[in-house]
């Protein structure tokens, strides 16, 4: 096979963007030798684009207008005997490109002076020819390989650029634990990796019971972002649906022409889907970092689904554990629920305002209200005996109810023995121990003073005596929501921690405005001073709470 037709590809038109070259000469027969040797020619599908200058000031110009050239062929002997060389040096320096090629073409034989050594290594010179033995197949062969080397330089780059997009578009990806935290931050990374538009959806097959084949929407951006929690199939939109129905084990990554899809696969028959709206390119790379992504997402997308299970097993556990402990001490309905979201937002609201940083972190916040529903998990060593005895506790009842903190802790910080770090359950077994202590030091069983005793006890300690205060029981009636705040507010500093006190207001006043509903309905009047309020706050406050 003859070596011209070895260069080119006669496969018709070019579909890629022509190389661009300069052929920079004040003498006007290098250009039309160019024209000649490199008529038809293409390199990986793409063509030549010629474009001529005859000084350096043109070609300088040229090289502002079209960054992207490819190759120079270029004549030193401009406007001075240095005037190619010095353009060199401006485009590697001053402009600070690399990749073009550069072809000296030359009157002159190469002498081999120290000046012109210099010159090739110190631009990067990719070839240096007689122009007198330049036949334009020689031309045509050279300007072939100087190309292929550009390409290659281009293809580096990309890649470069690509595996910086990826390791944007990867990273923390395991680090979001929870399907709400990671599906929305999915959708901004495969846009930003790919460049190709913001229009986007995230959703999930098979995680409704019993199982189906309805694909739900979990996360949206772009056009899409109205669209929440609502099937794909209600969208108005049969393009995104048929592109979302190709997607198989066989069929994970899809490159078109205007949109991307990817499928993320999760143990126990749930499918994660992501559409990508959008003109791109589709070529191999494309292809090959969509693949990388989808497997890297896709082991976040499993770990995020079984996290979220683990978190509703343990949570159904610790509910379970807590409603029997409830159930035991006879407490009011919606006591737990109201316990774990208020516990929860007290935290939530010292954490947003900087207090206790060396207790409160985004974990501990997280786990807190969980936590104390296991409070008093300890009351179900007490027999039903002394938990129904009427009136006064003394003696060996009141020491049998006051030992439910240390039984909770015992049964707490053994079950949390095999778990690392600060785990629910050992915040759950502190709160179990401590919650009847007192700021003062005047509470039960160790007599715990102010930050001494455990962050999350002092914020149980407020939360449980507000429910047991608003909430009716047998022996007594309700007391209104605001007599129970002052009361509250009137503890701080004795009973309570004043800080964990100003928080709590903060919470019921959002509450009492966001969602009034959240409060029990009121049952009968006390009156301020209307006797005892029943056995749950002489177990918290001894015979205090009757001379109130």
Not at 270 to 291: C, F, H, K, P
Not at 504 to 510: C, Q
Request: charged share 25%; net charge negative.
């Amino acid at each position: 096979m003859p070596q011209d037709a070895a260069l080119e590809e006669t496969g018709g038109p070019a579909a890629k963007p022509p190389f661009k070259v300069l052929v920079v000469d004040s003498d006007p027969a290098l250009l039309a030798t160019a024209r000649l040797a490199l008529d038809g020619l293409t390199i990986d599908g793409a063509g030549v684009e010629l474009t001529g200058a005859a000084s350096a000031a043109e070609a300088c110009e040229a090289l502002r207008r079209q960054a992207d050239t490819a190759l120079i062929l270029l004549e030193t002997a401009l406007e001075t005997p240095r005037a190619g060389l010095e353009l060199l040096d401006h485009l590697r320096r001053e402009l600070g490109n690399r990749r073009t090629r550069i072809l000296v073409c030359t009157d002159d034989r190469i002498t081999g002076t120290e000046d012109e050594e210099e010159a090739i290594a110190a631009n990067d010179i990719g070839d240096w020819r007689v122009k007198a033995e330049l036949t334009p197949r020689a031309l045509r062969t050279a300007v072939a390989g100087q190309l292929r080397t550009f390409a290659s330089l281009q293809a580096l780059a990309a890649g470069r650029k690509g595996l910086a997009r990826m390791l944007v578009a990867t990273t923390g990806l395991l680090e979001m634990r929870t399907p709400d935290v990671l599906f929305p931050n999915i959708l901004p990374r495969v846009i930003g990796l790919l460049g190709i538009g913001h229009h986007a959806l995230l959703c999930i097959q098979g995680d409704t019971l019993p199982r189906d084949r309805k694909i739900r929407v979990r996360a949206s951006t772009g056009r899409f972002a109205k669209w929440k929690d609502v099937e794909v199939a209600d969208l108005g939109e049969p393009r995104v649906e048929a592109a979302l129905e190709r997607l198989s084990p066989g069929s994970e990554t899809i490159v078109e022409p205007d949109f991307c899809a990817l499928l993320l696969r999760a143990n126990g028959g749930i499918t994660g889907m992501i559409y990508v709206e959008g003109s791109n390119d589709g070529n191999a790379r494309e292809w090959q970092l969509m693949e990388l992504f989808r497997n890297k997402c896709s082991i976040a997308f499993e770990n995020a689904l079984l996290i979220e299970e683990l978190n509703t097993s343990q949570k159904a556990t610790v509910l379970a554990m807590g409603a029997l402990a409830e159930y035991k001490d006879n407490a009011a309905t919606g006591h737990l629920q109201r316990i774990e979201r208020l516990v929860g937002s007290i935290a939530r609201e010292l954490h947003g305002q900087g207090r206790f940083r060396d207790e409160l972190d985004a974990d501990f916040v997280e786990k807190v209200g969980l936590a104390a529903l296991l409070h008093d998990v300890g009351m179900l060593s007490v027999s039903d005996e002394t938990l129904g005895m009427p009136g006064e506790l003394t003696g060996i009842d009141m020491q049998r109810i006051q030992r439910h903190t240390e039984i909770g802790h015992r049964i707490l910080a053994e079950a949390a023995v095999p778990l690392r770090g600060r785990s629910l359950l050992s915040i759950a077994a502190e709160i179990a121990r401590y919650h009847h202590e007192r700021y003062d030091g005047s509470g039960y069983r160790e007599g715990l003073r102010g930050s001494a005793i455990p962050i999350g006890a002092r914020i149980m300690a407020v939360a449980d005596v507000f429910d047991a205060l608003i909430t009716s029981r047998q022996y007594r009636s309700a007391w209104a929501v605001e007599d129970a705040i002052a009361w509250i507010v009137d503890r701080s500093g004795r009973d309570f921690d004043p800080e964990v006190v100003d928080a709590f207001v903060h919470v019921i006043r959002r509450f009492q405005t966001d969602d009034p509903g959240w409060f029990p309905k009121a049952g009968g009047s006390h009156g301020m001073l209307g006797g005892a309020i029943g056995r749950k706050l002489r177990a918290l406050f001894g015979r205090r709470a009757e001379a109130m």
